[in-house]
């Protein structure tokens, strides 16, 4: 019996020993909800080692955990093997650790599918890992000069599609710029080109048109982490490796504009006030957009000895169908044409709520004179004060200037002399007399209106009757008329004898003309007779 409870006891022993793995230590900020001699080691939910002790390092920060693992786990003790604390959290839009709060927390292991070397002690992290180590898919870097709302686990979609996360995020170039690490998961990651574009879409967008409001959002996912998205345009552009560095842009919009191709870069000098006018507003021509703001600065000019404002902003030529016509065109002669032909770069206001104000590439009519000008590798557009909400402004202000100069107090003085002037001469003695005069001349005239109307009476009695009596005059008349047509006009018998009797008169009239030449000339031949008149 003793030699056989002395090999069960050997064989206990050495199985004990068989199965035990290496020893490991893991530092820890704390040692919240661990527990020595219960708290586990687990890997995938398999338990790979058990918490033999807890203690304070030696400077008092932080607490190292020392682990008793298995004989399985030592394959997967490398360097690349990351430890945290499993317990109830909301990391990374996810709540885990639900199960510890029945069983208690536990320490969680992750190795790397890579191999590494050897390690017994380990610094664990505070957060767990995003990614699993078995995740198949691309890491790809975004350059961005800000963070914004993106974080840990923030989402990644693809055409409406979460297809990947954020893993992290790297400071640059002394901290100017950001480079965020986004996984794209396979088979998706096959989808990432290199002329693709990433940009923000975490937030609400809320556009006010034509149609209302309109409110776009990508998830409500991305609306509480944040989230990114990317979209691939239909070019034979090579699949991008982990190595390729994509910008990433603020929005939607900005992505569109840079894929619009060629970019012009330009610079305007307005004369007045940029009030109202942000990095980023609109440049339009016929009031669509072609491009942005990039720059609005105050700049001291040496020559003119003055401040100036120089406003930078870029024209995305892309915009415009069918360019490629004017391509061919040298730069500088298509602008020093179009400059020719009057166009400038106007200051607007589209909307006198926000105040906020956009550039308009505009012809003007009857514009000063201009040549093209290049400051370095932009070219500068000539401004125009004319256009949009302003220019109503401008010629407000120059009323109210013309208005402002008028010497109202002069004005008021004179009137106010003008004032005394007509109340001396109506309370004076002349305009009284006169007053006098033009009252007795109205009793006058009111005397002769009743004396008027006392011998007028009888006559005005007596108009109807004498009416009456020119209207049977009147009508006796046009009586008499006729008759007088009848008997005597033209149609009358006596017209027709009249007419007869004339030729007659004129007739005898010839002979008494020509016996009284005859006698006139032979006063005989009243005695003779007409025989002896005739032999003559």
């Not at 035990?20 to 919240?32: D, K, L, M, N, Y």
């Not at 407000?396 to 109340?423: C, H, M, Q, T, V």
């Not at 109506?426 to 005069?437: D, E, S």
Request: without cysteine; charged residues 25%.
């Amino acid at each position: 019996m003793p030699l056989i409870t002395a090999l069960i006891g050997g064989w206990l022993a050495w199985d004990t020993f068989s199965k035990r793995g290496p020893t490991i230590t893991v530092e820890f900020e704390s040692a919240s909800g661990l527990t020595a001699g219960q708290s586990q080691l687990k890997y995938k939910n398999v338990v790979m080692g058990t918490v033999k002790s807890i203690s304070l390092s030696p400077d008092l920060t932080h607490v190292i955990v020392t682990i008793e693992t298995v004989r399985e786990a030592e394959s997967l003790l490398t360097d690349k093997t990351a430890f945290w604390v499993v317990k109830p959290q909301l990391f990374a839009g996810n709540i885990t650790g639900l199960d510890t709060l029945l069983s208690g927390s536990y320490i969680g292991m992750r190795p790397s599918s890579e191999s590494g070397v050897a390690k017994r002690h380990f610094v664990g992290e505070q957060d767990p890992p995003v990614l699993q180590a078995w995740a198949k898919g691309t890491t790809f870097s975004l350059k961005s000069k800000r963070l914004g709302s993106v974080s840990l686990g923030s989402p990644i979609f693809y055409r409406d599609i979460e297809v990947g996360m954020v893993l992290g995020w790297d400071l640059g170039d002394l901290a100017r710029n950001v480079t965020i690490h986004a996984f794209v998961r396979s088979p998706f990651d096959q989808y990432v080109h290199t002329d693709s574009s990433f940009w923000n879409a975490s937030g609400l967008s809320l556009k006010l048109g034509a149609e209302g409001v309109t409110v776009q959002m990508e998830s409500l996912r991305a609306l509480l982490l944040g989230g990114l998205a990317f979209d691939t345009p239909d070019t034979d552009q090579p699949r991008a490796d982990a190595s390729h560095l994509f910008p990433l842009y603020p929005n939607l919009e900005a992505a569109k504009a840079a894929g619009f191709g060629q970019q012009l870069h330009l610079v305007s000098y307005f004369p007045g006030s940029v009030s109202g006018l942000d990095v980023g507003a609109d440049v339009t021509l016929h009031g669509l957009k072609i491009g942005e703001v990039t720059d609005v600065a105050l700049v001291y000019d040496a020559k003119l000895d003055r401040i100036v404002v120089p406003v930078h902003y870029r024209v995305e030529a892309g915009r415009i169908r069918n360019i490629a016509k004017a391509e061919a065109i040298d730069p500088a002669k298509l602008a020093e044409e179009m400059i020719r032909r009057g166009l400038r770069a106007t200051l607007q206001a589209p909307s006198l709520i926000t105040g906020g104000k956009i550039i308009a590439l505009e012809r003007v009519d009857d514009a000063k004179p201009a040549d093209l000008e290049r400051d370095g590798d932009v070219y500068v557009i000539p401004a125009s004060e004319t256009g949009g909400f302003d220019s109503i402004t401008r010629s407000a202000n120059e009323l109210l200037s013309k208005i402002n100069r008028i010497d109202f107090d002069r004005i008021g003085r004179s009137l106010s002399r003008a004032a005394e002037g007509i109340d001396v001469t109506i309370n004076g003695p002349q305009i009284k007399k006169t007053l006098a005069a033009l009252e007795g001349a109205m009793v006058d005239l009111q005397d002769i209106a009743r004396k008027l109307d006392k011998d007028a009476g009888p006559a005005l009695k007596r108009l109807p009757a004498i009416a009456a009596q020119l209207q049977d005059a009147v009508t006796q008349a046009n009586r008499l008329i006729s008759s007088v047509n009848a008997g005597y006009g033209d149609d009358s018998r006596f017209r027709r004898d009249l007419d007869r009797l004339l030729p007659q008169l004129t007739d005898a009239a010839r002979s008494i003309r020509a016996l009284t030449d005859l006698l006139a000339r032979h006063p005989e031949a009243l005695i003779r007779g007409r025989t002896n008149t005739g032999r003559e």
